[in-house]
């Protein structure tokens, strides 16, 4: 019985995209929709949609090289506490320690190498696995706010 209520409570989504650029708007897309549905609104869902949609980019240029024959696959799990979006490519991954900081002036004169910070900043958690058999999962994670822990309106 606790399975299965386990099982009700966990809802999953999955879609496979190719390696293009307009493939981004549609995974932002999806996800939003998802986000949604589960209650993010406003400044919220925005920032699930900017943090998706970095990862999302990050993994078609930099994961699969805009190699149109590899996969991008998006999943979404939602469960009672916890939004997550796990984005995987078919590449080499990367080590998130050895990023350079963005506010270093260096990287504050380039017009790229913001994206991972961003999403970092949008989300709950974010993490980066390289897998054995191959291939790149990023995870953003954001949590599922009760209302009763809100901050009441005007609260400093
Ligand atoms: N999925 C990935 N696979 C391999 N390398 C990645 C991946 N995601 C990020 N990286 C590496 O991390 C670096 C930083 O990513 P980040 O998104 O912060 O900046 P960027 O993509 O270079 O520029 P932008 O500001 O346009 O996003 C990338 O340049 C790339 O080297
Ligand atoms: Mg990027």
């Known amino acids: 019985m606790t399975t299965r209520h386990l099982m009700e409570a966990v809802e999953t989504t999955t879609r496979t995209l190719d390696s293009t650029i307009g ?42 090289r805009l190699d149109e024959q590899k996969r991008v696959v998006v999943t979404v799990v939602r469960t009672p506490d916890q939004f997550k979006v796990e984005v995987w490519d078919q590449g080499r991954g990367f080590d998130l320690s050895s990023l350079p900081d963005p506010r270093s002036p260096e990287v504050l004169l380039r017009e790229s190498g913001r994206g991972i910070y961003m999403a970092r900043a949008f989300m709950d958690e974010f993490h980066v696995q390289t897998g054995h058999a191959g291939g790149t999962t990023v995870s953003l994670v954001k949590y599922i706010r009760k209302n009763s822990e809100e901050q009441p309106e005007g609260a400093l």
Do not use: C, P, Q
């Not at 493939?23 to 589960?38: G, K, Q």
């Open 23 to 64: 493939n981004i708007d549609l995974a932002e897309r999806d996800t939003l929709d998802l986000a949604e549905s589960v209650g993010f609104r406003g400044d919220e869902l925005e920032k699930v949609g900017l943090a998706v949609r970095e990862v999302v980019a990050n993994a078609i240029i930099h994961g699969n």
